[in-house]
Nanobody, 124 residues
């Protein structure tokens, strides 16, 4: 019943920015951790960023540290991903995800909910 809906993807040139949004709706939602995964053509889905509802701690993949910022509005059950200084290697389908533990999302294991994905394409 719970749905995750991503928005904000698009086509941009390298060095520019995009802001992704993910809203949870359709039922009671109480998962502690929300975040983002991505999958590039020919590659496995990988962790990007996550944030904890209860403790507010954040984790980022090494490839995006210093460039991406994750934030969360708990009242709206919405998570955001501000992506700056985008690189061609950031091109992928970005998926919003939610689960109970930070370790599950970081390891891309036992994800309770995920969205349909939004395409981000960075040209050079």
């Amino acid at each position: 019943q719970v749905q995750l809906e991503e928005s904000g993807g698009g086509l941009v040139q390298a060095g520019r920015s995009l802001r992704l949004s993910c809203a949870a709706s359709g039922g009671t939602f109480s998962r502690d951790v929300m975040g983002w995964l991505r999958q590039a053509p020919g590659k496995e889905r990988e962790f990007v960023a996550a944030i904890s509802r209860n403790f507010g701690d954040t984790h980022y993949a090494d490839s995006v540290k210093g460039r991406f910022t994750i934030s969360r509005d708990n009242a709206k059950n919405t998570v955001y991903l501000q992506m700056n200084s985008l690189k061609p290697e950031d091109t992928a389908v970005y998926y919003c995800a939610a689960t109970s533990y930070m370790s599950s999302l970081v390891r891309v294991e036992e994800i309770d909910y995920w969205g349909q994905g939004t395409q981000v394409t960075v040209s050079s």
